[in-house]
C-alpha cells in the first residue's frame, strides 16, 4: 500500500519521529511516576511552535499503555485536529487487533513526500516485548525497496535492530535483524531506519545506512544501563530534513519539563 501526500516541486520537506507515548485512557493517569498525556501534549505543542510547516508525523510505537480503544481513538481525535499526515506504528504494549494502522491493514507501507518514500513495519509481536518482522512483510519491503529504487527511503519500525549496549533492554532487541538486513544489504536508495522502544536517542550506521532511535515523549530511560533505570533527561522527539537530492540533516529537541520524578523502587517497565 503506498500514498503520495506532497507537492513534487517541493525542494525540502521535514518530519517529526515522535515515540513511546505510553499513553493511558484517561488523561489523569500516571505511567512510571510521570503522566504520560501531559508530556505528550506539551511535545506537540513544542512541535507546533517550532515548527509550523512541518510535513509529516511519525510515530514508531508503544503508543498506548493502555490499549483499548479509547486510548486510540483520543490520540487520533487529537491528531486529526492539527491538520498534518501523521502515521503510527505498533510497539509492544500495543494492542494489534485495535491498532489504527495505516489502511486498517498490518501491512508494510509506504508513504511519498516527493523524492522521499517512508515506509511503515511492525515489528511487534503479541504478548512479547521484544521484536520481530514477520517474513511476509520483509518481502513486502523488498518489493517496496525494488519499485521506488529511484527513491530515497527511510525505513521504520519500534524495536532496535542493534545492540544499545544496555543489557536489560538488549534483551528486548528486534530478535531478526540479520533478516531485515539481508533485505536491507540488496539496495542502494536507504537513507534512515528509525525506531522507538529505547527511550532515548541513539545512533548507528551499518553499510552506509543511518539508524537513529528517538527520546519517549514521556519517560526516558538511562542509556548503557545494566539493568533497568530511568533517566533524567526531559522528553523529546526527534527532527528530520529531507532534501531532494537525498541529503538530510536531523536533532532531537526536548521541552522544558521540570517534573521527571526519578523513582529507584521502579524495577521494570
Known sequence: ?????????????????????????????????????ETFYAVMEDIQQRYPDVDTIVHTGDLAQVAAPETYEHYLHFMEKL????????????????FPFHEG????????????????????????????????????LDQLLTQYKDQHIIVTCHHHPFEMHSQWIDHHILKNTNHLTKVLEKHQNIKLVLFGHVHQDSWNQWNGIH?????????????????????????????LHLKENGEFKTQIHRINHKNVKINSDISGY
Open 211 to 239: 539508524f537513529y532511535s528517538t527520546p519517549s515523549t514521556c519517560v526516558q530511560f538511562k542509556p548503557k544501563s545494566e539493568n533497568f533505570a530511568l533517566d533524567e533527561e526531559a522528553p523529546g522527539y526527534r527532527v
Open 1 to 37: 500500500m503506498d500514498m503520495a501526500l506532497s507537492n513534487e516541486n517541493q525542494k525540502e520537506w521535514l518530519m517529526i519521529q515522535i515515540s513511546d507515548t505510553h499513553l493511558m485512557n484517561q488523561d489523569e493517569l500516571e505511567f512510571v511516576h510521570m503522566n504520560p498525556a
Open 105 to 140: 491493514k498490518n501491512v508494510a507501507n509506504a508513504v511519498h513526500f516527493g523524492k522521499w518514500t517512508i515506509i511503515l513495519l511492525n515489528s511487534a509481536v503479541k504478548n512479547k516485548v521484544y521484536g520481530f518482522i514477520e517474513d511476509e512483510q520483509l518481502e513486502q
Open 83 to 98: 491538520n498534518i499526515p501523521h502515521y503510527q506504528i505498533p510497539g509492544n504494549h500495543d494492542d494489534a487487533a485495535i
